[in-house]
Nanobody, 125 residues
Framework: VQFVESGGDYVQTGGSLRLSCEVS????????IGWFRQAPGKQRRGVMC????????FAADFAWGRFTISTDNAKRTAYLQMNNLRPDDTAVYYC???????????????????WGQGSQVTVSS
């Protein structure tokens, strides 16, 4: 699986960014794609993911109401729109392919099988 990630940047508190992730080497329509993040000295945390075929999603509690995820299947690309960014959103954001649990089977969260090189997101206070 290959990833082409983009969109990371430096923004002020309250700003917005859109991360993009183009993938190849798999059947995109049958995949689950999303992002996890890792801040310096902290563990990885799942952010959001989507099951491409049925569009079910998972979002971490800190992402609710601020982040949205979408896909353009023709471009084999996923997007993470992040609004109202805060300093504690500062992290490297990694696009991932894996499994996305939306809660319909009594399980929520993400499992990561493959991930890209990451995009740095820095939010100043």
């Amino acid at each position: 699986v290959q990833f082409v990630e983009s969109g990371g940047d430096y923004v002020q508190t309250g700003g917005s960014l859109r991360l993009s992730c183009e993938v190849s080497g798999l059947t995109f329509d049958d995949s689950a794609i999303g992002w996890f993040r890792q801040a310096p000295g902290k563990q990885r945390r799942g952010v959001m993911c989507i099951n491409v075929r049925d569009k079910t999603t998972f979002a971490a509690d800190f992402a609710w109401g601020r982040f949205t995820i979408s896909t353009d299947n023709a471009k084999r690309t996923a997007y993470l729109q992040m609004n109202n960014l805060r300093p504690d959103d500062t992290a490297v954001y990694y696009c991932m392919i894996g499994r996305c649990y939306d809660g319909s089977s009594y399980k929520t969260g993400m499992e990561y099988d493959y991930w890209g090189q990451g995009s740095q997101v820095t939010v100043s206070s």
